[in-house]
């Protein structure tokens, strides 16, 4: 429970030009005042993250949006009302004012407006724009917690407001309206089929393997990466383990092999989309901490409600 007293006290801190860890439906976020680019640059100090990736300014609701954005398409509108608050962010053209720190030198700005209850608190409290990327140090995995803040951020933050275990687990979809064509920058648990099915028309979905330029800065080869090495497996693949890779440890939500090696510590993961990204965060984190070797991880199904998860894990992945 956070208490109205310390939400005033988080926003004077935002005033000051201080940073707060704030809960949102997705991941925490590491909050800082987006008009200001001292507290801006305090974030990527904090988080050790390259300028060239910008920020998304979090809204409490899409009256707000004009402030930021230069135009404000239709279709961005009519996805607002559907969507936010929630876990969909909006790339649109950005007003001249908005400032260099916060969008990367681009001509766009990312917009949300969370949806969790502490989040919106503290939007209201506050009154204007906070920027707030995840609340971890660069390329590493997303906290889902006020403990996992504290773990990644330590005193680097003035303040971390608990608000539990985030309910989706995994970052916003990004959605980039600011040419002609709809395109996701970065998949979430909002889909593209329900973008497509709101605004009645398809939407391009960005890949890793796409040229760098089109590239949103969250597809980083290096994003949300566990520290040991991480690889994506069917069960068979427990049969052909080798001394260095034990002990290790197997996230399956469907299939354990007869005979499991004695090494080879198996956790559950849940067999449901949703709940599978709400826990996946605080699994990876819990398990980088063990002493294994190698953290396998069942390949997931090849549905649609799984690529926001498959995402991430090809991520999880790629560090090695
Ligand atoms: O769910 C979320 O979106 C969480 C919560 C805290 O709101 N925030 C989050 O922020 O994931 P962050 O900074 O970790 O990821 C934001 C991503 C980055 O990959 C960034 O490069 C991209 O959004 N981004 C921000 N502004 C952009 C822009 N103008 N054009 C393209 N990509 C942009
Ligand atoms: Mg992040």
Known sequence: MVLQEEINRAAAILHDGGLVAVPTETVYGLAADARNPQAAARVFAAKERPHSHPLIVHLTDFSQAAEWAREIPAEARQLAEVFWPGP??????KRPEVLDIVTGGQDTVALRAPRHPVAQALLQAFGGGLV?????????????????????LGDRVDMILDG????????????DLSSGQLRILRPGMISPQQIAAVIGRDV???????PAEVRAPGMHHLHYAPETRTELISAARLQILT??????????????PSELHAQVTAVKMP?????YAHELY???????????????IETVPDAPEWDAIRDRLIK???KF
């Open 316 to 318: 999880a992945c790629g």
């Open 204 to 210: 391009q979905v960005m890949r890793q393997d796409f």
């Open 271 to 275: 067999a449901n989309a949703a709940a």
């Open 132 to 152: 707030a990327p995840s609340a971890n140090r660069f390329t590493r995995i997303s906290p889902t917690t006020a403990a996992a803040v504290q773990s990644e």
């Open 282 to 296: 605080a699994v990876l984190r819990a398990q980088d901490q063990q002493q294994f070797q190698r953290i396998f």
């Open 243 to 256: 001394a260095a890779e034990l002990p290790a440890v197997y996230l399956y939500h469907h299939e354990i």
């Open 164 to 175: 539990g275990a985030c309910e989706v687990g995994l970052e916003s979809t990004i959605l």
């Open 88 to 93: 969909l962010t909006l790339i649109l053209k």
